[in-house]
């Protein structure tokens, strides 16, 4: 790996992470109807790492995050439900990226990984608290992704338009 994609990469993990805290210290806009969800900003740098670089820089870039913004949070549970989440929206997101984006735009991809993060978190939550009655909240999560990943692929959309020659530039160098 050359220098200048490591320093990109640094960046953008380094971006995640700031947003993965800001999102952490302000007010839940769902806490009405859905408590414990969030918008997941840092999934805007997750999808852009996806689209320019693939799948292993991305699970890097997100589990780093993920792991890093736990720590920094002060709370070892989240680490674990973070990092699951990561994992497999990433990994949702690449499969759908990868082999279905003829009838999936990033904003598709972007709902699949918002799902997926929900999936893997209410799994983790069943294995912790050995209750799978908790999936009953899947529902209500779901349709919360569809309005959180409608954002965040509009936001990586449009971050992508505005940067993708330099993107190109760093990956060609």
């Given at each position: 790996?050359?220098?200048k994609k490591?320093i990109?990469?640094a ?9 993965h ?9 769902f ?11 840092a ?7 996806l689209?320019i ?8 870039v997100?589990?780093?995050?993920s792991f890093?913004?736990?720590?920094a ?14 994992f497999?929206?990433t990994?949702?997101?690449w ?5 279905f984006r ?6 598709g ?5 918002a ?8 799994t983790?939550?069943s ?6 009655k ?10 919360t ?25 760093i990956?060609?160098?």
């Amino acid at each position: 790996m050359n220098t200048k994609k490591m320093i990109h990469l640094a960046m953008l993990t380094s971006v995640g992470l700031g947003l993965h805290i800001i999102e952490s210290v302000i007010p839940n806009l769902f806490t009405a109807f859905a408590p414990g969800a969030k918008l997941g900003l840092a999934n805007i740098v997750g999808l852009i790492t996806l689209a320019i670089y693939g799948i292993k820089y991305a699970l890097t870039v997100n589990l780093l995050r993920s792991f890093i913004g736990g720590i920094a949070s002060g709370v070892a549970i989240s680490t674990i439900y973070s990092i699951s989440g990561a994992f497999v929206s990433t990994l949702l997101m690449w499969i759908i990226y990868r082999f279905f984006r003829k009838y999936f735009s990033l904003i598709g991809v972007s709902v699949f990984g918002a799902l997926g993060h929900n999936i893997a978190q209410l799994t983790v939550a069943s294995i912790i608290i050995k209750n799978p009655k908790i999936f009953t909240y899947l529902p209500v999560l779901t349709l919360t992704s569809i309005f959180t990943g409608i954002f965040i692929g509009l936001t990586a959309n449009y971050t992508l338009s505005k940067t993708k020659t330099n993107a190109d530039y760093i990956i060609r160098t």
